[in-house]
């Protein structure tokens, strides 16, 4: 995503407060969306287990997508 972009969408959504990551403790931007069944499969913690859809900062992205390769390779053993 270019600088010109998030200028962009953050003049669009001036109504909307932006997207902060829902990991507990992280109040970083969030980079990443996605599905509460994808999220819930890792050890990620949320400050609202309730979400339908959980925002990641590029970091707990980056945990995220380690965990669940480790899901993946753990499934072939299966
Ligand atoms: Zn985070």
Redesign the pocket.
Known sequence: MSQSDIVGMSLANHDNTQDV???AG???P?ERSLNIKQVAKTSLKLKDPGVRQVH??????KAYKKESKTDRELDAYY
Request: charged share 40%; glycine share 0%; net charge negative.
């Open positions: 990551c829902d990991c992280c109040d970083k969030a990641l900062c590029k970091e707990h992205y």
